[in-house]
């Protein structure tokens, strides 16, 4: 069997983070960054967990499935990332930085 070539790009997929963005950002309008963890405090065991915030950062209010399905799109462009850490989806630049990295005052 001949091998096939890899479908792994050298350089990340700029043009779906910003698609993605543009997305989220039709999606749930006002929001400036989409925080996104494995750590939902209503729930017991890690659960998809996804936080909406305006360029304020004022929490905004979203339903169930809006949060879940932010949440799932952010983690399929970023399959591997390190989501045992919160990351934050910045919607105006379309970039993804983990939350424990930007509170510290670096980025990643």
């Given at each position: 069997?001949?091998a096939?070539?890899?479908?792994?790009?050298?350089?990340?997929?700029?043009?779906?983070?910003?698609?993605?963005?543009?997305?989220?950002a039709?999606?749930?309008?006002?929001?400036?960054?989409?925080?996104?963890?494995?750590s939902?405090?209503?729930q017991?065991?890690p659960h998809?967990h996804?936080?909406?915030?305006?360029?304020a950062?004022k929490?905004?209010?979203?339903s169930?499935?809006?949060?879940?399905?932010?949440?799932?799109?952010?983690?399929?462009v970023?399959?591997?990332?390190?989501?045992?850490?919160?990351?934050?989806?910045?919607?105006?630049?379309?970039?993804?930085?983990?939350?424990d990295l930007?509170?510290?005052?670096?980025?990643?």
């Amino acid at each position: 069997m001949l091998a096939m070539p890899s479908v792994t790009l050298a350089c990340p997929d700029t043009g779906r983070q910003n698609r993605l963005a543009a997305q989220l950002a039709d999606m749930i309008p006002g929001a400036a960054t989409i925080r996104v963890s494995f750590s939902d405090p209503t729930q017991t065991w890690p659960h998809l967990h996804a936080i909406a915030k305006d360029e304020a950062g004022k929490t905004m209010e979203l339903s169930r499935t809006t949060a879940r399905v932010a949440g799932r799109w952010i983690l399929r462009v970023w399959p591997d990332a390190d989501w045992t850490r919160p990351h934050t989806f910045d919607l105006v630049d379309a970039s993804l930085t983990r939350s424990d990295l930007v509170a510290a005052g670096r980025g990643c």
